[in-house]
Every structure is written in C-alpha cells, then in structure tokens.
C-alpha cells in the first residue's frame, strides 16, 4: 500500500510540474507573440521621415520615385511592388528596381566518367532595365552554367558548404556574363542523383 501512494503521489507531482511547464511556455509564446507584432506595426522610414501636411507629402513621393526611377509610383500595385510601406524581399537590395525571370531547369551531369548527374531550377533577380535584352541574357547565362556544371567535381558539391560554394559561384558568373546587370541566381531546386 506504501508503494501505491507513493507512486500515486510521484505522478501528481510530474503532472503539477507538466501543468506548470506549460502554462510558462505559453505565456513567453503570447509575450514574444506581443511583442513582435508591436515590432511591425512601425511605421516605414518613408512615412516617418515625411514632413506632414498635405502638399510635402506628394513632393516626398515624387522625390522618392525620383530615385527609384518610377516617376513617383514607387507604391503602385500595379507596378508589383505592394503598398506604400510593405517591406520589399530581403534578397532585393534597396536602389534600382529589380524583377525576377525564371530560367529553364539546367539538367547536366558533372566532371568525371561515372559523374552524377545534377537539375537546377531557380529565378534571375535583374535590374528591370535589363528588360529588353532578359531573354537573351538569360539564355546566354544558363548555357554558361552548363558549361560550368560540367567542370565541377562531385566532390566540390557534396563536401561541407559545397552547395553554398557553388551557387556564390553560379551567381559571380551571371554577374560577369551580364556585365552586372544579373543581380542574384535563386536556386528553388536542386536535385544531385
């Protein structure tokens, strides 16, 4: 009988202690929940740093759009580039305008005799200047990844930070084939069979 209680007692403990557990996670949970909602419910440095009143307000949009190179519809939906205020993708540096183009999937095998073969699918990130010449571009530059696929060792892909290594790599020759304007391969697929 001694030993009932004492189990019995020894399991209340752990479900108290469980209980107890529990409701302190769920309370951090709420306070982190709080306090990041708080965080981005800030005002942009856009909308802080303009001046109010009704007429500065349509000269700041029009400087800004100015820089922007949109003639002032820098928050034009329309254009794709969300409300005035939403933040833009942290891969998109702040400056020229930038679009993104998807590029076939790249299916080619690596160096070697009995080399694996390896697909890539992935986006260009170019300056939205580049437009006219996109499709060219990017044809140009996926073929020069083919060709540079098939001079990378298996084993310069699958060691530690390989695949990191090579994508800094792909990106350094879309930047060099076109002369700049390429800002960033997004790689979305990566197959290694």
């Known amino acids: 009988m001694a ?13 108290i202690g469980l209980v107890i557990v529990t409701a302190v996670a769920g309370a951090a949970g709420a306070g982190l929940g709080l306090m990041l909602s708080s965080k981005s419910g800030k ?5 802080a740093a303009a001046p109010k009143g009704g007429d500065s307000a349509g000269k700041h949009d029009a400087v800004e759009g100015a820089k922007h190179g949109d003639g002032g519809k820098h928050g034009d939906t329309a254009a794709g580039h969300g409300k ?13 305008d930038f679009k993104v183009v998807d590029i076939p999937p790249i299916t080619t095998n690596l160096e070697g005799e009995k080399a694996p073969w390896v697909r890539i699918e992935g986006q260009l990130i170019y300056q939205a200047s580049a437009a006219p010449e996109i499709a060219v571009l990017s ?55």
Do not use: C, W
């Open 43 to 47: 005002p942009d440095q856009h909308a």
């Open 139 to 193: 044809a140009k530059i996926v073929e020069d990844f083919v060709v540079y696929l098939r001079t990378v060792r298996p084993a310069h892909v699958t060691r530690p930070g390989g695949l990191q290594s090579l994508i800094e790599d792909l990106n350094e020759r879309a930047r060099l084939r076109s002369g700049g304007k390429i800002h960033q391969l997004v790689v979305s697929g990566f197959i290694l069979e």
């Open 84 to 96: 005035h205020g939403a933040k833009p993708a942290p891969a998109v540096p702040a400056g020229p």
């Open 3 to 15: 030993d009932a209680k004492g189990q019995k007692s020894g399991s209340m403990g752990l479900i």
